[in-house]
């Protein structure tokens, strides 16, 4: 991400080396074959391909600790860890501001306690009126917005 900051010399994003979840802390970040396989619940393919330590924060409180605005469109893509993440940021996206989430879900990667439908059940209890979930191979996507289809 860095890299690619830098080549298309964008100067309005800053690249933190962080995992998003309910609480401030620290987890397990399980490698994955590919970077984006990488999962904080479990390893991706059953096997040890490496780990290493994360901090993980909470999105509530970094918005509010760094006096960020309510973000606009949130998109979550992040193998497992969906509903954690949208735990940790129930303030920002119950925010009117808030008017789009895009979020990709892996139904069987989900810890155990979580169902597929906690997802969309979470972005309704916050004011989002129109959610869709289109499956995709595996996963499925989650659109929920604000203001309409």
Do not use: W
Not at 37 to 52: A, F, K, N, Q
Not at 86 to 106: D, F, I, N, S, Y
């Amino acid at each position: 991400m860095r890299d690619n900051i830098e080549l298309n010399g964008v100067t309005n994003i800053t690249a933190l080396n962080k995992a998003v979840g309910e609480t401030h802390g620290t987890a397990q970040l399980n490698m994955g074959e590919e970077n984006a396989d990488s999962s904080l619940v479990r390893s991706p393919t059953g096997r040890d391909l490496g780990h290493e330590t994360v901090e993980v924060i909470s999105m509530d409180e970094f918005i509010g600790a760094e006096q960020l605005p309510v973000p606009h469109v949130v998109k979550i893509d992040v193998e497992d860890f969906e509903y954690s993440v949208m735990q940790g940021m129930r303030r920002t996206l119950a925010e009117p501001a808030c008017k789009l989430v895009c979020c990709e879900v892996h139904p069987s990667l989900l810890p155990p306690e979580i169902s597929p439908q906690s997802i969309p059940a979470v972005l309704g209890s916050l004011g989002f009126q129109y959610i869709d979930a289109c499956p995709r191979k595996d996963t499925f996507h989650v659109f929920a917005s604000k203001t309409g289809p």
